[in-house]
């Protein structure tokens, strides 16, 4: 299994970091919080950390550490628009339930 | 499914508790929102693709109870395509009205203001009620804050809202006021210019001094910035209230007249010409040449060339003149041309290339250019406020403005003492010591003013408080510290203390009348025309309070000690020579007065010596040497 990215994705990751100017990876994972269990973690990554997993898609160097890696391996990520909002979407086949928003899950 | 953004390293925050911040330009003609999303700052869109949205509110009626708004409205495209046809209840520009008291109103509006009989603020009658300045701009900011929150999915944490760098405590004050009317946490304003340099990243690039350019639609305002230590420092501003792209259209429709031999043109052929200018103006920013046909309205059609040279020598003598406010704004900063490392362009009218050119040559710098001038300022409030809400963790900003005219209070005689002076960079507090005037004094009055000369009836009053309970001493004694301190936001407050005793007592400057560019620039402009009279009036005033003091202390010694330690003819001499000091203090002849002091303190040395003796031997009699070792 690996992390993915959708094209619109893949775009707007390389802009945006691009944009910052520093940093060439995309860090994805999990956090315990949120109303249904667990949360998504999306951060622009300036170090790769020994035990990290590195998955490359559409010129995106995507990480993720070994615990995160267990709720989302698979996923998709995503990015759509909903009116005047735009963002970032996971698509995580391990997701059992997960609250109205979508904001957190739970495996 | 909620949209996720890409957080900074370790900023990511738990579900529904994101720190969502928003940036807004609060324009005179145009107004924006940006917001800060996956580490870009981009200004949002309407659902039409609109950035930009006219500052312009109809009043259609009340709203209905229970609704978040008292009104309905109609903000911007819509309601500028309605002004015409129901001026009264539409409102334009109404940024120039903020903070402003009636009767700076009613001289240039077309609107019907009243005043409250229990309020000094103005109301605009309209359909929907009476309203006010402050009322109006939250209508624009609810506007805006509804497109940010539709954006960014969630509501706001907070918002950054720009003002122009002139703007007194009673417009900040007023900027506050409809942001929270709007149901906006206001994180901080800060000023257009230091927006526009944030925007650009100047504060996380290398040690500088940066200058601002504006040149707006009405308006004209030149900041020099300083980084040191990733710290933000306004050195300067300056400006000219009254020059802009509409002068520049201006130019050129003068320019059309005389080459059509138009003498007389009506209000709607003057509009039709002043739109083919812009649109020329506009046009010739890309291209070498355009052609303008204008409708005379009497059937015919006049057309014409306009070569890019052509204009260029029409608006060169307007561009010219921002350069002036330049100049002072670098001498103020008290640094040269070569100490420039970046000039930022903002305001529409920096897109005509003669304009770049210009500056450029000024400064001997390439100007910056890259942003959008229209969406400058909102993105840099953006970035500040993404900062403000906690979502960086390094690299944190902090950005000191400056206040544009100084602070201080009165003393006597009418005199304005400086406490704060102008551009001192802000947060600031300073303290100053002063003391009573009269034997017994238990309060002092305290009159805070903003202005550079040094008489108060030429400066600006802002409040009026008293410190009362002051304990009885003599003349001189009480030690009163004043203390003026200005937060970040520009906005003032003063307290007095007295500190023997430690009464104190303070207020918020909260004044209900605004000044405009213009008036500040007016008052700048005095102070250094008659910096001379000034001088003079000053050491005038001093003289004649010395003389009062000198007059009030004989008096009241002679009311004590006359009698018994002076002749009928000291007394009469003594008396005579008070007398003639009192009448020249009223005269305005400094050199005299400071003369007759000098007379008098002559003729009461001897009188000083005996009281002086007189007082030595009341505190030693009845006292035995040895007590007087012992203490």
């Not at chain 2, 508790?17 to 940006?34: E, M, P």
């Not at chain 2, 080459?259 to 039709?272: C, F, H, K, T």
């Amino acid at each position: 299994m690996a992390i993915t990215l959708t094209d619109a994705a893949a775009e707007h990751v390389t802009r945006f970091i691009e944009n910052r100017g520093k940093g060439e990876a995309l860090r994805l994972g999990v956090k315990t919080n949120g109303c249904s269990g667990m949360g998504y973690v999306l951060e622009f990554a300036d170090a790769v950390d020994e035990d990290d997993n590195v998955f490359e898609d559409k010129g995106v160097k995507i990480i993720v550490d070994p615990k995160s890696l267990l709720y989302i391996d698979g996923t998709e990520l995503d990015y759509g628009r909903e009116g005047l909002n735009e963002g970032f979407k996971f698509n995580n086949p391990n997701v059992k339930d997960a609250c109205g928003c979508g904001e957190s899950f739970n495996v | 499914m909620a949209l996720l953004q890409i957080s900074e390293p370790g900023q990511t925050t738990a579900p529904h508790q994101h720190k969502l911040a928003a940036g807004i330009d609060l324009g005179t003609t145009n107004s924006l929102v940006a917001s800060l999303r996956s580490g870009m700052a981009e200004t949002i869109a309407d659902e039409n693709g609109q950035h930009l949205l006219p500052s312009v509110v109809q009043f259609l009626g009340k709203q209905d109870e229970g609704f978040h708004s008292a009104y309905q409205t109609e903000v911007g495209y819509q309601a500028q395509q309605n002004a015409s046809a129901d001026p009264l209840n539409t409102i334009i520009s109404v940024k120039r009205y903020m903070g402003r008291g009636l009767d700076d109103l009613k001289k240039h509006s077309i609107y019907n203001f009243v005043a409250e009989e229990d309020s000094v603020v103005p109301r605009i009658r309209t359909i929907a009620g009476d309203v006010s300045a402050v009322e109006v701009s939250a209508e624009i900011l609810k506007t805006l804050k509804q497109r940010a929150v539709d954006a960014l999915g969630d509501d706001l944490t907070g918002a950054v809202i720009t003002v122009p760098a002139y703007f007194d405590d009673a417009q900040r004050q007023a900027t506050k006021d409809a942001a929270k009317l709007a149901g906006l946490n206001v994180l901080r304003l800060i000023n257009e210019p230091t927006a526009a340099a944030v925007a650009y990243g100047l504060d996380s690039g290398s040690e500088g001094t940066h200058v601002i350019y504006d040149l707006g639609g009405g308006t004209f305002d030149i900041s020099i910035l300083k980084l040191t230590k990733g710290v933000f420092e306004v050195l300067s501003t300056a400006g000219d209230s009254a020059l802009g792209g509409d002068d520049l259209d201006h130019a050129i429709a003068d320019w059309i007249l005389t080459e059509a031999q138009i003498n007389d043109p009506d209000a709607g052929l003057l509009r039709r010409i002043l739109d083919a200018a812009r649109q020329a103006k506009e046009t010739l920013s890309e291209q070498q040449s355009t052609t303008l046909s204008i409708d005379l309205g009497n059937g015919e059609v006049w057309e014409s060339q306009l070569s890019l040279q052509q204009l260029e020598k029409l608006i060169k003598p307007l561009i010219r003149k921002t350069l002036v406010p330049c100049r002072r704004a670098l001498r103020d900063a008290k640094i040269e041309v070569e100490d420039i490392q970046d000039v930022v362009m903002v305001g529409g009218s920096t897109r005509v290339p003669l304009v770049r050119q210009m500056v450029g040559e000024f400064f001997n710098t390439e100007p910056l250019v890259d942003i959008d001038p229209d969406k400058v300022v909102a993105i840099g409030a953006a970035r500040q406020a993404d900062v403000l809400v906690g979502n960086k963790s390094e690299d944190d900003m902090l950005l000191l403005d400056v206040t544009p005219l100084s602070l201080g209070l009165e003393t006597m005689g009418g005199l304005a003492e400086k406490v704060i002076h102008r551009n001192t960079t802000i947060p600031v507090a300073r303290a100053q010591d002063f003391t009573t005037f009269k034997d017994g004094q238990t309060a002092m009055a305290i009159h805070v003013v903003q202005g550079e000369r040094e008489l108060i009836s030429d400066c600006r009053s802002l409040a009026r408080f008293e410190l009362r309970g002051i304990p009885p001493m003599v003349a001189g004694a009480a030690r009163i510290r004043v203390t003026f301190q200005i937060d970040a936001d520009g906005l003032l407050s003063v307290s007095a203390r007295e500190e023997t005793s430690g009464v104190e007592s303070s207020i918020q400057v909260k004044p209900s009348y605004g000044l405009s560019d213009g008036e500040i620039e007016n008052m700048l402009k005095d102070s250094f025309s008659h910096a001379q009279d000034d001088i003079d009036a000053r050491k005038l005033r001093e003289e004649q309070v010395e003389a009062d003091r000198v007059v009030e202390a004989l008096l009241a010694a002679l009311a004590e000690d006359g009698e018994a330690l002076l002749s009928v003819e000291e007394q009469v001499v003594i008396q005579q020579a008070i007398d003639e000091l009192a009448e020249i203090a009223k005269n305005s002849d400094q050199r005299a007065i400071k003369l007759k002091i000098e007379h008098v303190d002559k003729v009461t040395a001897e009188f000083a010596q005996r009281r002086m003796d007189a007082s030595i031997n009341k505190a030693l009699s009845g006292q035995r040497v040895d007590d007087l070792n012992n203490k």
